[in-house]
């Protein structure tokens, strides 16, 4: 309804009043574009910073994800480097006994007290191979319990 139509049978009077009004559309017309010109762009700029806000998060998400990785993986060499440690700590004390490293010499380089005789038979071998299991076994369940010792303590915290 409100189209406007062309009559080419419609003629401007040159007036102040019709040049007035003119004008005035004239200017009504060219603010409007003004205005949707800086919408545009308003638009159009907002859109790029949060484009680029979103990119910026998802980067950053994606740096937290590697470094809690990393994060779990450190954790994890630090409980078997103190796993390490008490086993170390452990052999430290055994050798600050003299009976452990008298124990130690007589076994691994067949040495002996003066006057005593050493037999070796097939069957010692075995008898080592048997304790060092059994040592080996004995240091997991020293570790593994340890391990639930230092969770517990972690988790009550």
Known sequence: ?????????????????????????HREKKSK?????RISV??????????????????NQKEIAS????????EQDLKKTQADQRI???????????SYIEKLARGQYDLSKEGEL??????????????EAKKKLDDTQ??????KDSSQESSSE
């Open 42 to 59: 308003l638009f159009i700029v907002s859109v790029l910073l949060i484009g680029g806000l979103v990119f910026k998060i998802a980067l």
């Open 118 to 131: 050493i037999f070796n038979f097939a069957d010692d071998s075995a008898s080592k191979k048997l304790e």
């Open 88 to 98: 170390l700590n452990n052999q430290i004390k055994q050798l600050k006994d003299e």
């Open 1 to 25: 309804m409100n189209k406007k139509r062309n009559n080419t049978n419609i003629t401007n009077f040159p007036n102040d009043y019709t040049q007035e009004k003119n004008l005035q559309s």
């Open 67 to 74: 470094m809690n990785v990393k994060e779990v993986h450190a």
């Open 142 to 147: 020293n570790t593994s319990s340890d391990k």
């Open 33 to 37: 574009r003004n205005a949707r010109r």
